[in-house]
Each structure stands twice: as structure tokens, then as C-alpha cells.
């Protein structure tokens, strides 16, 4: 069984986001970029363990990105991934996305496509079942257990109010979260290993984007904090009424 894997780069969530162009692009300059945790510590952690099992051949992972982004990649090899491709565009679409990973997955056959549930940046969630309606296969999200038997695959997923098990029929596209694996760190010898394990480029297929960002906001300056004495109770209720206005 081949396993493909999609990876994504994104801020650290301590940078300071600065935008500039009067807010239509961030400013990378004073960024920490990170590889996705959803895509690091869930999806690719499993498809180690599904490796480490036996139950898999082949861990690949792929990102869509130029080459500022090929650290981030070699750091999934360092976990653990096999061999790793960079779609070389740039895009903040979805579908274009999708359309790159599904043309290049086309032609690989791979059994299983594991994805986060979203990226931390956009938190769309949207490639995923764009990738599995493209490759036309099922798709199953919010994965919290992920077992693979011949050719099906037993799926725990979260849903509104509790959790179901579904079983599917390989080929399938999976979108997991916290619980379906542990996280894990690159050990020294994965970091060095990371150095000569493949990474290959590929040219994107040519797709139009549906959807493009017009501009940035930047989230409210947090207002101040007022600390109130445990014993003036009267003017904690007074502020939470006539400023906080919560009661």
C-alpha cells in the first residue's frame, strides 16, 4: 500500500503578523514558517504507524510551494516520510491546490491520502474533499482512528454530538486531527537521513483559481486588563454591566 501524505507550511502561531501593500500581502521577512502540525503530528505520524506495521510500503509526502519551502519538507523526510514532492506554484485557492496534488496523485495510484483536518493559517479545511471529489474517491473527515485491513480501511471520526466508525473501500481520502496518532520529533538520525532522501519537483498543472484574496485584516488590539480587589464586588458588577456590558 502507498501512502501519499499533504503537507502544508504555515506561520508559527508566536509570529507577529505585519501586512503591507495597504493589506494585501503578509510580510514574510519576520516570519517563522512551520510545517502544519494537523499534517505533521496526525496525518503523517499515522502513516508512519501504518508503516511501522507493515501495513504500508511507502510513505510519500507532497507539498504545493517554491523552493523557500523545501526546509519545511525536508523536515517531514526527518520524521519520517520516505520521499517527498514539491508542486512548484503558489496559491492561496483551494481548488488550485487540490487540482496540483490530484494530477500528480493521478499518476502515482496511491491506496491511501491522508491530510489535517485544516491548516492553522486559512483553517478552510476545503483541499481535502476538493483532492478526494478530483481523484474520485470517497473522502472521509475529522479522523480520530485510522486502521487499514486488506483493502478497507476502518475510519473513527468526530461528529456533531459524539463519534462514528465508517468503513470504506480503498482508494480513500482521509482528513485527520488530535487523536488518530501521537506527535512525534525528529530524532538525529531522521534529520540526517532527511538529507539524502528524494525530493523531487514537479511542474503544477495548469488550473485557474476560483478564488483569490482581495486583502488582510489584522484582529482588534486586545483592551487592557483592570483588576478589581476580591472585596469591591459592587464595582466588578458595575464595570461587567456598564462597560463590559456582559450582564
Known sequence: MKVLVCISQVPDTVAKIVLKDNNTVVDESGITFILNPYDEWYALVRALELKEAGTAEAVHVVMVGRAATEPIIRKALAVGGDEAIRIDADSTDSYAIANYIAEYAKSEKYDLILCGKESIDYANGAVGPMLAELLDTDFIGFATNIAVAGNTATVKREIDGGEETDEVNLPVVISCQKGVAEARIPNMRGIMTARTKPLKTVTP?????????????????????????????DELVNLLHTEAKVI
Do not use: F
Not at 209 to 215: D, E, F, P, W, Y
Open 205 to 233: 498543472a495548469a488550473v485557474e483559481a476560483l478564488t483569490s484574496v482581495t486583502h488582510y485584516e489584522l484582529p482588534p488590539a486586545k483592551a487592557g486588563v483592570k483588576l478589581i480587589a476580591a472585596d469591591q464586588m
